[in-house]
């Protein structure tokens, strides 16, 4: 089954914690992102990936690392989190950027206390 | 940037109405999408429409695009309970390229269908 996987789902840390957020995607998708979703203001792109090795930022990327080491995997590294960073995070992949339906992980909701 | 605003933010009807939703856009765009989302959990493509077309049908959902108002709305026919869930449009905007061309998401409209 095509999907897109992320874990953990629920995280509950302190703030300065540093903490991974894995996705894994078995589509052999080339492009790959992660989104931020708050009330009231939809989703955000924090980072993006083109292709292995290949990343760049988004429109919130502050805070925030990713790699890209792997075709199937995008891990989104929070190296210090800070109670602002507590949203829902949405990892994506699709065959291209803006122009491709992107396929959506089921969320991780992070609370840093 | 937010560039696609969904209205209204909110929507409830009964069961077999139909739902219209509607999106609107401030810079011209090579292609539009709309997504749904169940409560809390991660969005689902529903259709892409392209500048070029004004209307796609998918089953009970037709989506209309208006460039010239730089609109599109999303029409749920026959609505169900389980068509209870966020709606988000998101744009490609036209005039990016490289690094620049990245989808972007309105709020959403929460839609609500009751039993």
């Known amino acids: 089954e095509a999907q897109v996987t992320q874990n953990p789902r629920y995280l509950i840390t302190v703030t300065g914690k540093k903490l991974t957020v894995t996705c894994s995607q078995n589509?052999?998708?080339?492009?790959m992102s992660w989104y931020r979703q708050d009330p009231g203001l939809g989703l955000r792109q924090i980072y993006y990936?083109?292709?292995?090795?290949?990343?760049d930022k988004g429109d919130v990327p502050e805070g925030y690392k990713v790699s890209r080491k792997e075709k199937r995997n995008f891990p989104l590294i929070l190296e210090s989190p800070s109670p602002n960073q507590t949203s829902l995070y949405f990892c994506?992949?699709?065959?291209?950027?803006?122009?491709?339906?992107?396929?959506f992980g089921p969320g991780t909701r992070l609370t840093v206390t | 940037s937010q560039q696609g605003e969904e209205d209204p933010q909110a929507l409830s009807i009964q069961e077999g109405e139909n739902a219209t939703m509607n999106c609107s856009y401030k810079?011209?765009?090579?292609?539009l999408q709309w997504y749904r989302q169940n409560s809390g959990r991660g969005l689902v493509h529903l259709i892409l429409?392209?500048?070029?077309?004004r209307e796609k049908h998918s089953g009970r959902l037709r989506v209309t695009l208006d460039t010239s108002k730089k609109s599109s709305s999303l029409l749920i026919t026959a609505s169900r309970a389980a068509d209870t869930a966020s709606y988000f449009c998101?744009?490609?905007?036209?005039?990016?390229?490289?690094?620049?061309?990245?989808?972007?998401f309105g709020s959403g409209t929460q839609l609500t269908v009751l039993p």
């Open positions: 994506a992949s699709s065959w291209g950027r803006a122009n491709y339906e992107q396929y």
């Open positions: 589509m052999n998708h080339e492009y």
């Open positions: 990936s083109m292709n292995v090795e290949v990343t």
């Open positions: 810079t011209s765009i090579n292609n």
């Open positions: 429409i392209r500048s070029n077309e």
């Open positions: 998101a744009t490609d905007p036209q005039g990016t390229s490289g690094s620049a061309r990245q989808l972007t």
